[in-house]
């Protein structure tokens, strides 16, 4: 199919909106998702790069064939993993279907209830939903579904990476397969990502459960990219000259984060909202210093919807510069244009995200540019590993593996997601009202997520719901919700499978700042959005802290971002220290900061071994393996070895080294690591007698035995093999 026919194909209100935009041509992204769309019944996996189109190529075929032919129900499903990216393809959407008479609906917790009551009265066109608001509505009206949902052509799933590998994607496909089968449709599924790279993998994820075949489009768009990595080295401040030291080297820092973004629309990304917070709190000093606009804004799940979208919309239409500090909320796909710079505070935990947020700049033809900086506390009398830039050798990893190789993480999903077979299973329990015992187990273990539980395991943890409460079981033999059941899923928290905790509303007056899940006393100096702020009242009750704009220094509420690291990207950082080439976007910083520690591992020979004695009985263990293995060897020297090597110490910095004291040699403690990375015991042994660990909300909810089984599937990694 040619893009002259693609073109003649689509309806005529999507002809007339290409003129209307003044598109020259439809973008390769779009004829080939026509082809399939158009031609075969195939599922769709659509990987390209950021702002190439995807949007457009997955509902012009899909509008054109509704428009042809009107569907009785709801004829497309849109699934996006934020109310704001729902929101901002409502406004798109709406704009393009305003002359088809097609109707588009956006249902999730902000949307208006009047037109949620219509569309279940009158289920017609497009709907746009969250994960969290499919599950309510396949909870809470599972008779409304066959109705809403008889006629479901296709179902469009954007950001789909954000969802493999997670607890939240298995629920989501959890529920794709119940919907199928409540409504009894077989639509055609269209995954949409720029980050993808293991393509194997996400075809079979989009596909689970159904027996489409998937055509994969992936036009790797060739772009211009501009990228810098700059580091400042913060002495540790033991006396006075060092403390003004330290002062000078901060004020270099926050001033080259200044410099580099306050001219320009531009994101800032980070890996936690405390570090969101703070670093727009030092720009606006710094702007207020120099008698500067302020253009600065803060981005994240705990700010109110209202300057979330005040930021937005700086970003998108403001005439000036507008910058905003961001975590993953900006990352994924909200349309706020081409950003002149993406800067990144650190490095990303992935390249994944660092692929996402590079694609945030240079839209529209221009080169994409992102420059990473991060600011390292150094103390010269630090222990040996301490020494080591490890932010700043995970930033190269991650620049390198994917420039050079095309590399991304790849998905590796749970093999026994105990909390969400509590979910499941009480969602189940709920829209059916009562079941016999079998076939909840039948409805449940044929959702793809469980492919590898038992029936045996199964009907061990329906008795242990039996119970504790959470399900009771009818004289009749009859399973129902249980009184503990129901105050778990009657409450709106259970229908997210992410942790979801409860937070309290900050008002300045009455405006709606954002929210805080940790809450000081009155007279505490907090930071929020980017300023500061006194509180002077705190209702328990409603849940809501008043509070007063001050000047000054204040606390911020939040713990840093933590996240996985794989082990590709360890092995990487090895490879870049061990090396010698010197990166050509290493800014004059960060290539005297790779020097100095290249030559102190020459000098130290700390590359030559993973265990290194550090005097006395001190040693430290680099093992250069992934987050996951990191935590094995950790368990197995607590849990195995720890008496036999008489370790009397082993303190993780995770994921990069431990420090350990004990009568043991070098040489037999990494004869302990390699046989812990063998695999060649039983796993039990890395937990303790009485250990049963969580690894994902509701965990606690599933018995011990389950826990520990599905632990040693999902939580440890101990055949990584040998680290030296």
């Known amino acids: 199919m040619s893009m002259e026919n693609t073109f003649d194909r689509l309806a005529p209100f999507i002809q007339e909106y290409i003129y209307k935009k003044g598109w020259s041509e439809l973008r ?18 659509l990987a390209s790069g950021t702002a190439s189109g995807k949007t457009e190529a997955a509902f012009f075929p899909t509008l054109t064939k509704l428009y ?17 990216l729902i929101n901002d393809q409502f406004e798109r959407l709406s704009d393009l279907l305003e002359e088809a008479h097609i109707k588009v609906t956006h249902w999730h917790g902000d949307a208006p209830q009047s037109e949620k009551t219509k569309l279940v009265k009158n289920p017609s066109g497009v709907l746009q939903i969250t994960p969290e608001s499919l599950e309510s509505l396949l909870m809470n009206k599972a008779n409304a579904v066959p109705q809403m949902f008889h006629d479901l052509r296709y179902i469009i799933i954007d950001e789909v990476h954000a969802f493999m590998g997670k607890d939240r994607g298995a629920q989501l496909l959890c529920d794709l397969n119940r919907l199928e089968a409540m409504a009894g449709v ?3 599924r269209i995954g949409l990502s720029a980050t993808l790279k293991d393509y194997e993998g996400a075809a079979e994820w989009l596909r689970s459960g159904t027996g489409n075949a998937v055509d994969v489009n992936d036009l790797d768009i060739k772009r211009s990219l501009r990228i810098a990595v700059e580091h400042f080295m913060i002495p540790d401040a033991k006396t006075t000259e060092e403390t003004e030291l330290a002062a000078q080297a901060e004020a270099a820092y926050n001033g080259f984060v200044y410099d580099a973004t306050h001219k320009k629309k531009c994101i800032i990304f980070t890996n936690s909202r405390d570090t969101a917070e703070e670093v727009i ?55 706020i244009g081409g950003m002149d710079r993406t800067l990144q505070i650190g490095a990303p935990y992935s390249a994944s995200s660092f692929v996402q947020r590079l694609g945030r700049s240079g839209r529209r033809g221009n080169a994409a540019e992102m420059i990473f900086v991060s600011a390292e506390e150094f103390d010269d009398m630090a222990a040996l590993p301490a020494k080591i830039p490890w932010t700043l050798l995970r930033s190269i990893a991650v620049i390198e593996l994917y420039l050079k190789e095309k590399w991304v993480e790849p998905i590796i999903e749970k093999k026994m997601p105990m909390g969400l077979l509590y979910h499941q299973t009480m969602s189940i329990l709920k829209s059916h009202t009562n079941m016999l015992p079998q076939d909840l187990a039948k ?76 809450i000081p006393p ?21 849940k809501t802290v008043q509070v007063e704009l001050i000047n000054g220094k204040s606390d911020t509420l939040w713990t840093g971002g933590t ?36 030559r102190l591992v020459q000098e130290t020979g700390l590359l ?21 293995q990191f935590r094995t060897i950790g368990r197995g020297l607590k849990h195995m070895f720890k008496d036999e090597l008489k370790l009397r110490r082993c303190v993780p910095t995770e994921p990069y080294y431990f420090s350990v004291a004990g009568e043991v040699s070098p040489e037999r403690l990494l004869e302990a690591v390699n046989f812990i990375g063998s695999g060649d015991y039983d796993p039990y042994q890395l937990l303790a007698d009485d250990e049963a660990p969580l690894n994902g909300k509701n965990d606690e909810f599933a018995p011990d035995d389950l826990l520990r089984k599905a632990f040693i599937l999902d939580g440890i990694d101990n055949k990584f093999g040998k680290i030296g």
């Not at 390769?28 to 996996?45: G, I, M, N, R």
């Not at 042809?68 to 704001?84: D, F, M, Q, V, W």
């Not at 996985?564 to 900061?593: C, F, V």
């Open 608 to 628: 030559a071994s993973p265990v290194i004695a550090a005097g006395g009985d001190t040693m430290f263990i680099i093992p250069w393996v992934g987050s996951k």
């Open 443 to 518: 409805e449940v273990l044929l959702l793809p997520p469980f492919e590898n539980i038992s029936l045996g395991d199964y009907g061990n943890f329906l008795k242990h719901l039996i119970l504790t409460g959470h399900i009771e079981k009818m004289d009749e033999g009859d399973l129902i919700v249980g009184e503990t059941g129901e105050r778990i899923i009657n409450n709106f928290h259970f229908y997210a499978m992410f942790e979801d905790e409860e937070e309290y509303a900050v008002y300045c007056e009455s405006e709606e700042i954002g929210s805080i899940m940790t």
């Open 68 to 84: 042809e032919n009107p569907s009785a129900s709801i004829g497309i499903l849109y699934i996006g993993p934020l109310k704001a």
């Open 522 to 542: 009155p007279g505490y100096a907090m930071t929020l959005a980017g300023r500061s702020w006194r509180i002077l009242e705190v209702d328990h009750r409603h």
């Open 281 to 335: 709190r030092n720009m606006r000093r710094i702007a207020a210093q120099r008698n500067d606009r302020d253009v600065f804004y803060v981005h994240h799940g705990s700010i109110s919807a209202a300057l979330r979208e005040e930021a937005e919309f700086a970003l998108r239409e403001g005439t000036g510069p507008a910058v905003s500090a961001a975590t993953l909320t900006l990352e994924l796909g909200i349309d």
């Open 186 to 188: 077989h639509p055609t």
């Open 563 to 598: 996240g996985d690291i794989d082990p590709r990207i360890l092995k990487k950082m090895k490879e870049i220290l061990a090396g010698s080439e010197m990166y050509p976007y290493l800014r004059p910083n960060a290539q005297n900061r790779l020097k100095k520690a290249r």
């Open 28 to 45: 390769e992204v779009q004829v080939e998702a026509a082809k399939t769309l158009f031609e075969t019944d195939h599922h769709l996996l």
